[in-house]
C-alpha cells in the first residue's frame, strides 16, 4: 500500500515562508497524483496543490498562485511544497494525499472536490502563521 509522510510544518510570521515534504512509498508506478490538501477549523478541505508525476504537471489553487510551488524529486520519492509570503489565511492542517488518477483526474479531484477521492494521506502537518 501506498505510504505517505509529511514533514516541514512550523509557526511563522505573516510574509515568512516554509517548505512541507511528503516521502511517499509501496508503489512501483511513475505515474501518481500527489500533492496537498488544508483543513483549517470550522472550514472545509480544500485543495492546494498538485503535482502529476508521470508528466510534471502542476496544478494550483487561486489563492495560493505565484506564493506556493510544488515539485518532486523523483530519485527520493518525494514532493515538495515551497510556501512563500505566507498569509495568516493560510493556517491549517496540512495534508499530503496521493492516488493514481490520470492528468485530468488530478487536476479535477485535487482542486475541485475536498478530496473524497484520494485513497491515500498523510498524518497531516501543522502551518501556523501568525500576523
Known amino acids: 500500500a501506498v505510504q505517505l509522510v509529511e514533514s516541514g510544518g512550523g509557526s511563522v510570521q505573516d510574509g515568512g515562508s516554509l517548505r512541507l515534504s511528503c516521502a511517499a512509498s509501496?508503489?512501483?508506478?511513475?505515474?501518481?497524483?500527489i500533492g496537498w490538501f488544508r483543513q483549517a477549523p470550522g472550514k472545509e478541505r480544500e485543495g492546494v496543490s498538485f503535482?502529476?508525476?508521470?508528466?510534471?504537471?502542476?496544478y494550483y489553487a487561486n489563492s495560493v498562485k505565484g506564493r506556493f510551488t510544488i515539485s518532486q524529486d523523483n530519485a527520493k520519492n518525494t514532493v515538495y511544497l515551497q510556501m512563500n509570503s505566507l498569509k495568516p489565511e493560510d493556517t491549517a492542517m496540512y495534508y499530503c494525499?496521493?492516488?493514481?488518477?490520470?492528468?485530468?483526474?488530478?487536476?479535477?479531484?485535487?482542486?475541485?472536490?475536498?478530496?473524497?477521492?484520494?485513497?491515500?494521506w498523510g498524518q497531516g502537518t501543522q502551518v501556523t502563521v501568525s500576523s
Open positions: 494525499a496521493a492516488d493514481f488518477f490520470a492528468t485530468w483526474a488530478c487536476r479535477d479531484y485535487g482542486l475541485r472536490t475536498p478530496g473524497g477521492e484520494f485513497h491515500y
Open positions: 509501496g508503489y512501483t508506478s511513475n505515474s501518481i497524483c
Open positions: 503535482i502529476y508525476t508521470g508528466n510534471g504537471n502542476t
